[in-house]
């Protein structure tokens, strides 16, 4: 089994904490229009998540866990995630920025390099990057800081 479809049919409860987050950062600035909407129903599928667990968890937002990711990967692809969601109505919204800051640091990445290394996710989303590109960039910016 390669690493993204263990990642993707792996544990359903660090999925269902995975769509949480981007329910989050979609609704930071008060409204998840329909390309975060559409965003979020296209990562939901990669994991196996339903349109109908998605809508339970966007009721329920508040009330579920975080479940971390487990390994180096997970943590890089759920972080390039979360950039997409940023950038999924093509505006960095500060209330956006927040929260994908506080997530980076929930998944683990040190403060002191937080600012930057959202800077650089949000960069490698811009450039429209395939999620290995994202991975590989990710992990570059992590060893150089």
Known sequence: MSFIDALYSGDHAKAKSHIRNLVRIA?????????????????????EVSEESVQEIIEQVDSLPFTPPSSKEERYVQLWNLGRMVMADGIKDPGELSKISQFAIGLGFKAEIVPGLVVEVISIVEAKSYEEDAIEGIDKYIKKH
């Open 27 to 47: 609704c930071a600035d008060g409204i998840m229009d329909d390309a975060e909407h559409k965003l979020l129903l296209k990562i939901a599928r990669k994991y």
